[in-house]
């Protein structure tokens, strides 16, 4: 099977009590008419390798699939890891019980229409934080939850889908553990159109947690990847990560052809979820944040002049838990935009003069749920556009240097709202003759659209749409001669495309079609 390789492994003990298989629903609803699967994705972070397994017992039934996360010696590295939405959908269910057999046991249920739902358990509740709200929709690869043991010894994933599944979120809210989990038929796991091995009627692949021929299954999940890019010397370059190995390279991108040389390559270890680049104030030299969703850890690291290396400054701990990082600069000065999609923090914070540490600035609430935040500029104008993939709402923000008794703030201030299409899974800024245009794209359908940016954070105006092949999991924007450029591809296949847009920004010019080395965002 393409997405399953099998490597040794020891040392994990399954730590999964076994879950009785006979539950029965005690409500009695109109089954809705069941649609086409989704096309779902594993609910870990774009990239990531995850061993899966299941066992007699397992609940609903042996469809059902515990993921778990560990490194090249075998060691679990998953506590904390983001639990992401495997497919759109709206939650009808985040519970952690109270008593019982479930006792400090974490449920989310989302509904993805047509009778279809999937089941996240064993996630981590936080204290002093809210759950996810029942109703509100989320996008494929929305965060939803922390990796955890809940209720169980061994830190995992469990992982299903369900079909015929007709109980509502009222109905559910009120209900015992086996009522919730027997609602619905667990069926085979698909994941990016792929049926998983290990499945009910496959009992070869039950129980191999600590075997070295557990099924290994490579997340596809990767909404809003983009590859770390900087100028030098007017020439692009690129920084890829492999999240598995923990391998980085750095390309240089010529201005057309396939001839992107490799200028580095070293290991920096597993579980970054943000690489950040940045220009220090001092002397504009590039440089990269580095961030770990699950641990709070960020570091800083030097560009070297001739990018065949980097240089590690700091590292700090930090708030665990922003699912965006992203840069923006007043005077010169970096700064970067911190968010928490799950609870709508935003932070602002400075990097200061020896690009190795940072000072807060402003510390706000912008609501929850937004799956993208584009950062650009207008003259002395700073804007983010901010998008919601599970609602299609779309705002404009403006940042604005203030004054107060403490010092100088910035401050976030609203200036355009609209709705878009859902489910937009990666924007990309570009610029054409000198006017900006916003690059729209879904990884799951190919759908693809341009629109121009107008002035003054009004928002998107439609210029074009475009009909692409689904899949491409990096959309990486940059500008070469004052022309906007894409660099794409599929993490999958590693088919790596280079476009160039178009005069009327009606489309892209294909500049280069390669196959690169798979797993890298």
Known sequence: MAHSRNHHRSGI???????????????????????????????????????????????????????????????????????????????????????????????????????????????????????????????????????SNSGTPAVHQHYSQIRNANASAETLASAGWRTVMGNGEGVRIRLDGIDAQTHQGNPDFWGRWNDADAEEIRSHNCSGGAFARWVSGGTNYILRYNPQSGQIRINRLHKSGSDNPQTHAVNWGMNWSTIMPFYASSNNQPHVLLYDFGSGSLAFRRIHVDHAGTTFLK?????????????????GKPHFLSYDSRYGFLNIDRINQTSSGFSAMTKTRIGKGYTHLVPYEEGPRRYVLLYKGGSGKMEVIRLKKATQSGGEVIEVESVWSGNRRKNWSHFALMPRNGKRYMFGYDTADGTAKIWLVRTNGRGLEHVSNLNWSSGYSTITPYSDGGTGHLLVQKIASGATKKLRLKQNATGFKQLMSANWTTGFR
């Open 315 to 331: 590292k700090y701990k930090v708030y665990a838990g922003w699912t965006h990082m992203v840069p923006v600069y007043f005077s």
């Open 13 to 147: 003990v399954q730590g999964h009590s076994i879950i009785l298989a006979t539950a029965l629903v005690t409500v009695s609803l109109v089954k809705p008419a069941l649609a086409e699967r989704p096309d779902f994705q594993a609910p870990y972070a774009c990239g990531q390798v995850w061993d899966a397994s299941t066992y007699e017992g397992h609940g609903p039934n042996p469809n059902s699939i515990d993921f778990i996360e560990r490194n090249q010696n075998g060691v679990s590295v998953g506590k904390g890891q983001p639990v992401l939405a495997s497919a759109a959908g709206t939650v009808v269910f985040d519970k952690t019980w109270g008593s019982g057999a479930k006792e400090g046991e974490r449920w989310v249920l989302i509904d993805h229409g047509g009778g279809w739902r999937t089941h996240y358990f064993h996630n981590e509740d936080e204290p002093d934080k809210p759950r996810l709200k029942v109703g509100r929709r989320v996008a494929q690869g929305e965060i939803i939850g922390r990796t």
